[in-house]
């Protein structure tokens, strides 16, 4: 069954320092996703994507993320500048569709990244 | 704002029994509920969902329960098998107008399925 790709799957960083999370969706899927769970938190949206632009973001996707399809494949969050608060579980997910009626997102195993 | 509520973390069941885990909501404008799974190391994977408009929905052994008037949803598990011990979460779907949705999910129960 095809499978979300994410890369790496832990990352540590320094407070201050640009991360970037990668994720290869599933390849005729055309809508996707970033979510992220801090430890004993429930799993929060984060921002969608589809057509090469952002569809919805929530309030914590401010200006410090950002993401990105750079080629057919690739789907990247970026985080300009790490804060403590930003140490969590990253989940990229992808669907078929807009909504789940028929097309359940897909999630990967995450990138665990632990700013110190 | 909690607007899935799964408020037990966690619930140890014994094998061969029934499992069953709650979810509250409380925005009554999601339109379809979903319950994922989630293994240690590994990502949410899609379980079983219902229909906002359905009272129940089955697939082999899992079966979703939902409560519109209570706005409560539950998932039944049985047998309960070892394999079955992971976090499940409970996630609502909003529509948000022209063709999109959002996803909002609960905290997760952690169930442990006892040999």
């Known amino acids: 069954e095809p499978e979300v790709t994410q890369t790496p799957s832990h990352q540590v960083t320094q407070m201050g320092q640009e991360v970037i999370l990668r994720c290869v969706p599933i390849?005729?899927?055309?809508?996707f996703y970033w979510y992220r769970q801090i430890l004993g938190q429930k799993v929060e949206f984060l921002v969608s994507f589809y057509n090469n632009e952002i569809s919805e973001k929530s309030e914590i996707f401010d200006d410090q993320f950002s993401v990105e399809r750079p080629d057919g494949s690739n789907f990247t969050l970026k985080i300009r500048s790490t804060k403590l608060e930003d140490s969590a579980m990253y989940f990229c997910?992808?669907?078929?569709?807009?909504?789940?009626?028929?097309?359940?997102?897909?999630f990967g195993n995450g990138t665990r990244l632990t700013v110190t | 704002d909690q607007q899935v509520k799964q408020n037990s973390p966690s619930l140890s069941v014994q094998e061969g029994r029934i499992s069953i885990l709650n979810c509250d909501y409380t925005n009554s404008m999601f339109d379809y509920f979903l319950w994922y799974k989630k293994y240690p190391a590994e990502g949410p994977t899609f379980l079983i969902s219902?229909?906002?408009?359905?009272d129940k929905n089955e697939d082999g052994r899992f079966t979703v329960f939902l409560n519109k008037s209570a706005k409560h949803l539950s998932l039944h598990i049985v047998p309960s098998q070892p394999g079955d011990s992971a976090v499940y979460f409970c996630?609502?779907?909003?529509?948000?107008?022209?063709?999109?949705?959002?996803?909002?999910f609960g905290k997760g129960t952690k169930l442990s399925v006892i040999p």
């Open positions: 996630a609502g779907q909003l529509p948000l107008g022209a063709g999109s949705y959002q996803l909002t």
């Open positions: 219902i229909s906002s408009i359905k």
């Open positions: 997910a992808s669907r078929a569709t807009r909504s789940s009626y028929n097309s359940p997102l897909h």
């Open positions: 390849s005729n899927h055309l809508y």
